[in-house]
């Protein structure tokens, strides 16, 4: 079992035994969706590897877009928006 792969399809082809990717995003969706119902709401990615899972984030909660991006300090790996 797994969570939220990046690359399903190559997940799929990479076991020889029986596996299951579980995604994560509708709970967040819908957890989120009830919290903030009342909020502006802007997802980031802290890096262009995730980006089109937050863009599938946005959209499910119909937040803004980001467009700025961010950038990965050398000294502690963070992301941070520019």
């Known amino acids: ?11 799929e082809n990479a076991f020889r035994c029986p596996s299951t ?11 989120f969706t009830r919290l903030l119902r ?8 802290p890096d262009i590897g995730g980006a089109k ?13 980001e467009d700025e991006p961010a950038r990965r300090s050398s000294k502690n ?3 941070a928006a520019l």
């Open 1 to 11: 079992m797994t969570f939220d792969v990046h690359n399903v399809a190559a997940f």
């Open 38 to 45: 009342h909020e502006k709401i802007c997802v980031v990615s």
């Open 21 to 31: 990717n579980l995604e994560a995003m509708p709970l967040f969706v819908e957890h």
């Open 77 to 79: 790996g963070a992301a």
């Open 53 to 65: 899972r937050a863009g599938q984030f946005r959209r499910a909660l119909a937040a803004e877009v």
